[in-house]
Each structure stands twice: as structure tokens, then as C-alpha cells.
């Protein structure tokens, strides 16, 4: 399955003043698709720490890589340019970025939110973009996303801000989420188990994931106390749908099996 990794960038992030949502949220698109996000970091404003995570990425085969925040027109908005230098794709502007900027800053103009429209420095920086890149829409705010590609890998510079994160997601990313994650698709299961001691449950769950390898299986405590409950999750991404489904039912039913002979209850089993 294609594999991402996740930079969120944002001294605001290290700090403790924003909790980053994105990743969070992106994580869950991935796997939505049909990918595995191998990995996912936090790292300041400053180009050397963006540079390094992007090399290793690549050296680590990843097929996506997702940068979130560091697109405005302040100078501390770094995030293109350390693309640029981690790719060899020097910064330059380009004009049908200019034009997504001049048509945002002219319709808060048109709505009165802004006073003047013009183009200055700060804004025309926002439309300098790493050669070869692609800009996406920002149906949300002012700044592009970025598309690029990188070898095998494929780079998208997204907004920090949430709203304009996800409107680029999906309204300018779909045809190429598409394509690059094609037919795959994930699917999950959780059933809660009654068990007030995860020493007893976790035998029954490591024999059932050596029976079926290719299910990833994960429990967490529900409630605490002497009514303690566990959900397991069961999970699997792949290209066949019906095999997918297929999968999963016999493996949970390996484990409801499983469960109700070691004594355990299953209070529940849903798709998630």
C-alpha cells in the first residue's frame, strides 16, 4: 500500500500554544484511502529541521509526503523554501498562483473585508513556488497549496490552518489522491470484550493475529474498574473490497471464538 509521512511544521506546534488537529486528520484520510502513514513529526520554523525531514523521507521510500503550515506572507512562512532547497527546485513565481492570490485578495476586497487588493511583497510571496510545482486552490484562504513531484515521492504543502487545509484536501486533491492511491481501500472492525484483566485477553489476541498475519489487531481499555472493557480493533487496507470483508469476518470470528472460550464476553461488534 502507498505509504505518507506527515510533517506538521510550526513553532506555535512546540510550544504548546496549537494543538495540532491536522495531523491527526490526516492520518485519518490516509488510511482512509488505503495508505499507511509510516510517520508523522513536528518541527520548527526553520529550514534545516523541514530539509532534514523531507531527505528523510525520501530516503525512507515514502510515496506522499505531507507538509502542513509555513504558506503565509510573513517571514517566518519557510516551508516553500525548504522545499526547495531539500529538492533542488528553486523558488520562483508563478503566475497562476499570483492569480489565485490577486482573485482572494480582490474578493475581500469586493466583500469589504480588505481596504486595498494590491499585490504587495508580502502577498506575492505566496505565489513563489518550488519549479515544476503545481498550485492548488484555496477555497478557504489566500495562501495555494503546493503539489510537487519528487522522484517516487509527491509532495503537498498544505495551509496550518484547518479550515484551509481540509478545503484544499477536498476540493483540489481528489484526481490526485486518486491516482495515486487508486483502488485501495481500508476497512475496520471493533468488537468490545469484557475483561477486567488485559493479561488474560492479550494470549487470545496474539494467537489470532499469528492465524491471520495479515490483519492489524489492537486492543485499548474501554472503562475502568470491575466492569473493565477492551476494543479491539481490527483493521486491513487493500485493493479488493470482498477480500477485505472476506478477511475480516473470519477473523473476528476466529476472535469471538477465541474470547468466549477463554471465558470472555463480547459485549458488541461493529464496523467503525
Not at 486528520?25 to 532534514?52: C, F, K, N, S, Y
Not at 495515486?180 to 481501500?185: D, H, I, K, R
Not at 498475519?213 to 472493557?229: H, N, Q, V
Request: overall charge negative.
Amino acid at each position: 500500500m502507498p505509504t505518507c509521512e506527515i510533517i506538521a511544521i510550526g513553532n506555535e506546534l512546540l510550544q504548546g500554544d496549537v494543538l495540532d488537529s491536522n495531523t491527526h486528520w490526516l492520518i485519518q484520510q490516509v488510511t482512509g484511502l488505503g495508505g499507511q502513514v509510516t510517520r508523522a513529526v513536528m518541527v520548527r520554523d526553520e529550514p534545516e529541521a523541514i530539509v532534514r525531514e523531507l531527505q528523510g523521507a525520501r530516503e525512507r521510500g515514502a510515496d506522499l509526503i505531507l507538509l502542513g503550515g509555513g504558506l503565509g506572507p510573513t517571514d517566518d512562512d519557510l516551508t516553500l523554501g525548504a522545499v526547495a532547497q531539500a529538492t533542488g527546485c528553486p523558488l520562483q513565481l508563478d503566475a497562476h498562483a499570483l492569480e489565485m492570490v490577486r482573485q482572494t485578495y480582490q474578493d475581500l476586497a469586493d466583500r469589504g473585508l480588505l481596504h486595498d487588493a494590491a499585490i504587495t511583497p508580502a502577498r506575492e510571496k505566496m505565489a513563489h513556488l518550488p519549479r515544476g510545482a503545481t498550485p492548488l486552490d484555496n477555497p478557504a484562504g489566500a495562501a495555494p497549496g503546493v503539489l510537487l513531484p519528487w522522484g517516487q515521492a509527491t509532495i503537498i504543502c498544505l495551509p496550518g490552518v484547518p479550515g484551509e487545509m481540509k478545503g484544499i484536501w477536498e476540493t483540489s486533491l481528489p484526481p490526485v489522491l486518486g491516482a495515486l492511491f487508486g483502488e485501495s481501500t481500508f476497512r475496520e472492525i471493533v468488537v468490545t470484550a469484557a475483561c477486567g484483566d488485559e493479561s488474560v485477553l492479550a494470549p487470545v489476541l496474539t494467537a489470532v493475529t499469528a492465524r491471520h498475519p495479515e490483519i492489524y489487531i489492537k486492543s485499548r481499555a474501554k472503562r475502568l474498574g470491575i466492569d473493565m472493557a477492551f476494543r479491539i480493533t481490527l483493521s486491513l487496507s487493500g485493493g479488493d473490497p470482498a477480500a477485505i470483508e472476506e478477511a475480516l469476518r473470519l477473523a473476528v470470528e476466529d476472535l469471538t471464538g477465541a474470547l468466549a472460550k477463554t471465558g470472555i464476553d463480547v459485549l458488541s461488534v461493529e464496523k467503525a
